[in-house]
């Protein structure tokens, strides 16, 4: 017997995600809990998988399953398939593991012929009916299955509608009849075929048709962007039809048991009356709120309102449903978990778990740290906004604010973000198959469509602003420009969106950071109460330190004190140090810096008051603070009066092959020791003033790029020395930590002998990441972009940490570290502190902490709470 590939709709249930693909266990789901859903089937994604392994064939035994299923079918429903008197019709729709909207192929109304539309015609008494179904079932086979470019129906179709003065539904059965024959020409002048008469033959087709959809371009697009296995492959549902475009008692939608946008916890969607499945989806016609729908349809609308609750209530979380009212009658076409924006992710986490349908720490796990991002996204500045005049304004699909340059093709939108420019896409509506310009956009504009059409759905799970349905928009491909009255925006100009409310201006609007909600306060809280692993910032200056403070951080990781030396004409000073030639010179310009250094630190210690600091030493390489060209060299010499000649060769002498692997680090600070000194005075005096007005200080003085233990001892000595000096004059002591980065493999390797000085570790691994896989921070961009395109890496090693490599070195560095100090405090300060996958792993090595950019502390928080929620569950 050959392997099971079918499964019929009450054979499955919802934990079959893996093997039927999310919309086959959701109406297998549907199905077994009583909901009314069309019979069908679903070919698994094993049969998918299997079809590519045996170079694109049905596997075997598929067909005669698919055979038996729609007999099946067939009594179910009492139609039979391609019966001229009774004929059954299906829609043939793919279906992943994970929701991938409108990235794959899906035919309706398969099963039509002549033959059968003439019968269906008389069944249902309205030919004109089934002259749309058909033509509507000729263009979508055409396009789908046999590769015809879809540009084509469609100006056979805006032709017959005389270039938009008429709509679908005026055409007549006569006039749809036509256009189908039109159809089946430009399919066998494209495609060189026959269109298929026969119901098994187009069956068989379409399947295939889905299956390689699979690996369609849009597909891998969006499997790329959103880190979905190239091997999961997709589930090909079979439905028997029912029709939304039979009358005006007949219609077709698609709702969210709560507003996606904002978390609101009504009912919230839109719906076509008389018409078809994907006219919703695809933003043809701009639809009606769900509300009229209570209105015109009360009886139908409370069914509706009940099962989508029990749905809510069943699943434990927002669903996202697709209905369609047959003759009156509600059909249940799928259920899947809404895709939601960040705001509306908290806010429906916080509600669900106050209403006790989910307890606080599956909240805590229901909102994606990476989608707080956009809770932090900016807006414009009100300030701004008071004096700017609204172009016009459309449907609020997608929260933020964004400028960019207006363009209209999305490659074009592809080609100048690549390019460095910010781009805002403006179609009449999104396709599938504009993706990628969308991926490349700062922001999405449509004057068609609605929020459920496919630019809201795919903006949204980007958490990119967009604008859809701005139905004032003339916009035209030909010119590339769009017009509202008498104002024209043409390509390159700069246009500014709001997606929280919808409006349009013209220009580039400067935007605010967002205040935050107390659902988010309160979720937090909850993160907070289940993490055990600390977040701390980065952060360089007091302004920095107070709004990490306020997003939650414990401390500060890292302070980068070379990021002060470009403030004001302190640079002047620094060159100076730089440029000297005896330790005298070096000191003298020293003493101009300590005092700018000391009042930083002073800043930084206020701002966390009674939370620790980490302050590292001098890092960079110094030619990073030297003019380059001439004129600048000589401008430099004349500030100091010194002979440009000179100060030529010196900034020549300190020009370096390899800078990332050149004098920097702590190698500055020991073969210049004054600035160790110099930076450790700054350090302890500012911790002295500051205790004096009663600030609680934790100073940790930090060592960069150790790789032996013989370059942090006197380090960690003079610093020391120092320290004493300065408590000594002051006469007050306070407690203090002299600690390194471990961002070299050497230290990591050597980390026993290094935790005998350093009281704690903090793991670069930035650096790390650059001397372990031999790869520069700062040249990687020209190919690692093509190497995680090309899968040859996962995700790009200076995001996400590499696990199987760094991420070793993280882990004995650690342990090796605690070998010799249990006690041993360990952190991280490399970028990936606010990575939520690194995160994770950070709190399964044991660290302390992670630090990471003010904004992203509350990703952290997040995701060390998610991290901590795993390993409660892997204990069970
Ligand atoms: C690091 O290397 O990870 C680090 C935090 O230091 P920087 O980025 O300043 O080199
Ligand atoms: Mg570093």
Redesign the pocket.
Known sequence: MSKKWVYLFREGDATMRDLLGGKGAGVAEMTRTGVPVPPGFTITTEACNTYYDVGQQFPEGLWDQVIAAMKDLEVQTGKTFGDPANPLLVAVRSGAKFSMPGMMDTVLNLGLNQATREGLAQLTDNPRFAADAYRRFVQLFGKIVLGVDGERFEHVLDEAKGHGQRQDTDLSAEELTKIAETFKGIIREEAGVEFPEDPYEQLREAIAAVFRSWNGRRARDYRRINKIADSLGTGVNVQSMVFGNMGNDSATGVAFTRNPSTGDSAIFGEYLVNAQGEDVVAGVRTPQPISRLQETMPEVYAEFATIAKQLEQHYHDVQDVEFTIERGKLWMLQTRAGKRTGAAAVKIAVDLAHEGVIDKATAVQRVDPHALDQLLHPMIDPEARKTATVLTTGLPASPGAASGKAVFDPDEAELLANTGEKVVLIRVETAPEDFHGMVAAQAILTARGGMTSHAAVVARGMGKPCVAGAGELRVSYADQSVSVGSVTIRKGDWVTLDGGTGEIFAGAMPTVEPELSEDFAELMSWADEIRTMGVRANADVPNDAEVARQFGAEGIG?C?TEHMFFEGDRIDAVREMILADTVEERRAALAKIEPLQQSDFEGLFRAMDGLPVTIRTL?PPLHEFLPHDDHEIEALAAKFGADPRRVKIKVESLREANPMLGFRGCRLGIIYPEITEMQARAIFKAAVAVKREGVDVHPEVMI?LVGHLSELKPQEELVRKVAAEVFAEAGIEIPYLVGT?I?LPRAALTADEIAGVAEFFSF?????TQTALGLSRDDAGRFLPLYVERKIMADDPFQTIDQRGVGQLVQMGTERGRSTRPNLKVGI??EHGGDPASVVFFHQVGLNYVSCSPYRVPIARLAAAQAAIGDAKRDK
Do not use: A, I
């Open positions: 890292l980068r890092d960069p980065m961002e670069g691994t930035n650096d790390l300060c490399g």
